[in-house]
Structure formats: structure tokens, C-alpha cells
């Protein structure tokens, strides 16, 4: 697939911005500050609903503006379809298809797909686990978009829990039958999304293993092998061969689990089993890749992951729009290059660079400037 | 700000749900400038509404008298029980003209983000009404969001023991909405299509 066409209203820096674009390779340069990233950033959010910069969406208005407008042109298979999402701060977005209002914004995720490619991705590999664990949820989310919903219950379910262990942990006195009832409910209702999310991310992690593996070794061939791992909250429980266990297998696992954490958590007051506590673990050779490889490395670890995104997208049918957001300035020449080769081949690849110097020979193409908030197109 | 009373109605009106400080704006100076006859007969609606319309002291629907008028109605079948959130979704599932049963309504749904526990729904009166036997099928007709789900399955777990049929309003209801959104086919449909619920 690729994107036709890109129009903005009051998104980041640019008040409207209309941008017609190709398949095949596009450079966006310009100065810092200038609005480059603002560009493929609407694009992004356009396919995820979320930046890949911020939490929030607040920072994605135009400072003044009540709400801003990003409207992409689609094309997959020759078909085309207009995507237009209507950003309201605090409150939820509006979305229309083909003009057409769409009744939740979620029902639309998936109609463009990317793998985005930025500086913070270092986070995946040196950040929190709650990085990792949104890697894996939103990869999830653009294979089979009913994960959104997935996510979000779990998210809600977890919520009302934590809240009630919470004002059960603030009385000093055990928890009442009613407590324990209603503790009951949450936890079969925990233990069935949750075992639904764990057992998607399981089998996600053993199609995303081998292609890591791959894409690492691309890289940085001199460094060791790259390999995954999922360490779950349900630790020996989990049964032998994970990624083929379905949720009514694990549900009630992750029940057993909750039973024996109870008199902890009720102490404690916080949810202590589930998904939430779980952690992609990135190994390079016998180490883990956090805390332990090179600034370098740890970059190529990154990239390998994203890179590997994009072929299980590919595998399952259209290319995804592929957005490499300011990484080759990171890069020594030998991994500008072979990063190059690896993504020459995608229906679409949008770069952002300071200097046009920074892009690698191998990926020429369509290029704009930007600069002063204004996009032109030079060839 | 306004002047007093200005303000004062503005600030009422802002109490009001779904009625945001813009809307109770516009809903104030509309009043200002509206017919006095209007006016009187808004005022009178409401002081009505409050004297006069009380909780039927059986299912907790709204009523005009100490019992609602469909826990009188004798055609009702008092065998079979709907247990809902709200009063309005007695009025949506009335509409559908599919149930000939009677009432319960929970006063809300478990949630503790909101500090709702189930001692504060009216369900030690739902288990009085269970006592006696008459009852032998109980609808959970709450909400098809995690809230009502939570509420259906806790009350399907503590009627357990008394070997009633139970069964949950099925497929068709948006995930995610209110019972009282849902348009009358498809709340119809789902009442035909109810399933057992097993815990
Ligand atoms: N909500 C907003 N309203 C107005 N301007 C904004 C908003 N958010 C960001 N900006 C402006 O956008 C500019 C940043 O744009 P962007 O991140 O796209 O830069 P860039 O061209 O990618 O730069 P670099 O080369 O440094 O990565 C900043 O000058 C910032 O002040
Ligand atoms: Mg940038
Ligand atoms: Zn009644």
C-alpha cells in the first residue's frame, strides 16, 4: 500500500499543509525544527491513532487551534480509500471513511499500515519493559486491528481492579464476602482478556523471533546472535511450547495465578498478575540486550526489530508504508547502507534528514524541502 | 460571571449531565428570553416530577404510586424477572414489546473505579424477591460494557444456589454501549437470542 496524498489542518506546526506523494522513495530535508518529523508523524498516527513522539495528543494541535485535521489518501491494491481523523484533545477522535462518518475510529485501524522507524526507538531497547510490551501490543494491533479492543478492555478491567484492591488495601480489616465476590468477577474477567492478549503476544514473539534474528545479523554481522524471549507473569505455569496455547488454555492458568497473589495484592493494593507484567526480553548472544549491549548495538537491536515488523507485515499481504524518521544520521556508512538495501525493495519508503547527504546512494527518489513550515517539492 | 441569579441558574444547569458550562449558557439565556407561559410549565414539570414520582418500592422503577405500574399489571409474568442498570432501560426494552415479565431495577452497575460495590445496588432487594420461589428465570439485561458484564456475572454466580434459569441478553447489543442506545430491532432481537450464562 501507499500513501496518495497527505493534507493537514492545525496539526503540529503547520496550519494546513497539502502533499501529494508516490510509491517508492521520498526525502523529506530541511533544517532542524522545520517540521519534517510533524509530517510523517500525522502519517503515522494516521495508521495507529497514536504518535510515535507522545502520550498525549495534546501536543499534536496547532498551538491556538481547537483541534486538527489529518486527512491521507490510501492506496492498496488500486483501490483507493480517503482516511480523515478529526483530533479532539481530552476528548475521542472523529473519524470518517470515504466521507463517511465512521462510528468508533478504531473500526478504521488498519486501513494504512506503517513501521515507523525514529531516534526513540533506542527506548525499545533500553527503556521500560512498558515500551516493549506497547512494541509487541501495537504490532498486534496492526496485524488483526481487533486487538485495540482486546487492549483496551484488558485496560479497563484492569483499572476497576486495581481499584477496588486499592480501597480494600486502605481498610485495615480483611476484605468482606462482598470484596472477595466482586475480587471474583474481576479476576475471571481479568484472566480471560488477558489470557487472549498473552496468548496473541506469545505467538507474536515466535514469528517475530527468527525474523530479529535475521534482520540483526543484516546489520551488524560481526556482532552475536540476536534472539527473543517472553517472560510472563505466569512463570511455571505456562506451558511447554507457549506460542501454541490458546486463550482457554491460558485463562485459567492466569486464574490460578491470581488466586495465589490475592493475599498480596490485597496488601499491596496493585494488580500483580497479567500481561501488564509482562516483558519482551531482547538476548544478544548469552546477555541481555538491556544494560548490557553498546550504545551500537543497541541501535541495530531497534532497527532489527522494526525491520522485522515490517517483513511479518509484508507476510501477511499488502507492504506496509515504511517512515524512517532522522535514523540514518545515527548510523556508521556500513549500516546506512545495509539498512538501505533492506528497505529499498518496500511499495513505500518516506525518510526525514537534515543534510540530503545523510541518505544513503541506494535510496533515491522523490524529494521535498521543508523549511518555515513550508513543503516543496524539488524532484 | 453573571449577576447573581444569572449565575445562580447557570451554575444549576452546568450540574446537570451531559449539559457542559457552554450549553448552560445558551440553556439559561434561552429561559431568559423565552414566554413566561414556557417557563411556568418547565417549573411545573419539575416540582411534579419530584413530588409526585417516587421508586416503586418492588422493582425500583420509577413510579407514580408506592408500586410501578408494571408490577401491578397481573397479565405481567411474575415468574420471570429483567434485571436492568436504569429506569430508562425499562423504557427501551418496554418498547420492543418482546417481554411480558417483570422488573428489577439495579440502580447502576459494579464499578469501583466510581466506588459502586454491589451493596449499593438494590440487590439484597432482588434476593428477596427470589426467596419465595415464584421466580424461576432471571434476565441480566445490564449494560453490554465490562461494568455490566461484571454486575451479570456477579448476580449469576449468587443465584447460583437457587437453581434459576439464567440468561444474559446475547449478541447484537454494541460491546462497549448502553442497553438504552440500542435501537428497538436490535434490542429485540437480542432478547429472542439470549443465552444461558454459565459460571
Ligand atoms: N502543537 C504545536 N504547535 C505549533 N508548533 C509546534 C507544535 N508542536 C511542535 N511544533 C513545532 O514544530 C517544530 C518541530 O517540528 P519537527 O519535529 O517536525 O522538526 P524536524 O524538521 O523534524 O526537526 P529535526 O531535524 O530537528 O528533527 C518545532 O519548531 C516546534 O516548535
Ligand atoms: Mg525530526
Ligand atoms: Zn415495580
Redesign the pocket.
Known sequence: MHVAHLSLQDF??YATAEIALAPGVTVFV?P????????VEAIGYVAAHASHRVATDA?????GAPRAIVRAGVVREDRRALIELEINPGKSNRARLNRSPVPRPREILGMLRTVLFAPEDLALVKGDPGERRRFLDELLTARAPRFAGVRADYDRVLKQRNALLKSAAAHRRAPGPEVLATLDVWDSHLARTGAELLAARLGLVADLGPLVAKAYSALAPSSGAASLGYRSSLGERLPAGPERAGRDELAPLMEEALREARKQELERGVSLVGPHRDELVLQLGEMPARGYASHGESWSFALALRLAAFELLRADGDDPVLILD?VFAELDTGRRRRLAELVAPAEQVLI?A?VPEDVPAELSGASFT?EDGEVKRER | MYEGVVQNLIDELGRLPGVGPKSAQRIAFHLLAADPADVERLTKALREVKDKVRFCRTCGNVAEEDECRICRDPRRDPAVICVVEESKDVVAIEKTREFRGRYHVLGGAISPIEGVGPEDLRIRELMQRLADGTVTELILATDPNLEGEATATYLARLVKPMHLKVTRLASGLPVGGDLEYADEVTLGRAFEGRRLLDV
Do not use: E, F, M, W
Not at chain 1, 32 to 39: E, I, P, R, S, V
Not at chain 1, 59 to 63: K, N, S, Y
Open positions: 503540529r506546526s530541511g532542524n525544527g522545520q517540521g519534517k518529523t510533524n509530517l501536543p499534536l494541535i496547532r498551538q532522522d526525514t537534515a521543508v
